[in-house]
């Protein structure tokens, strides 16, 4: 197998055509993560993929957008939960989610301080 072969596994090529959704319930289904291709290019294909964290009662609390870099992985580029949603895991959640659907994420190198404490804590 070739070395680009392995790379190209870190990265589920799906995720980025204008027709990919997935969904998936989480916290005892108080919430829902919709994941999609973010903004199609004229090959309706994009480089970027989003998560929507949803209420239960249809707001959207929560997103990320990740961008697929040129080593094969996922780097996420905003990450945004609302502060009444906060503390409860969604976030950790959505990076579970990205994972589940065959992605490698590696840490944003313009991550603020709230984001460098997520990554610690995520690999404890």
Known sequence: MKIT???DEQINSKIFHKNFLKKKSILDSRYQLIARAGWPGPQDTSRE???TAVSADGREVAWATFIATDDHNLVA???QVQPAHRR???ASEIYKFVSELGNSIVPSP???TDGKKFWASRNK
Do not use: A
């Open 49 to 51: 993929f989003k998560i």
């Open 88 to 90: 409860r895991g969604i």
């Open 5 to 7: 072969e392995l790379l």
């Open 110 to 112: 313009l991550q603020t």
């Open 77 to 79: 580029d905003e990450l």
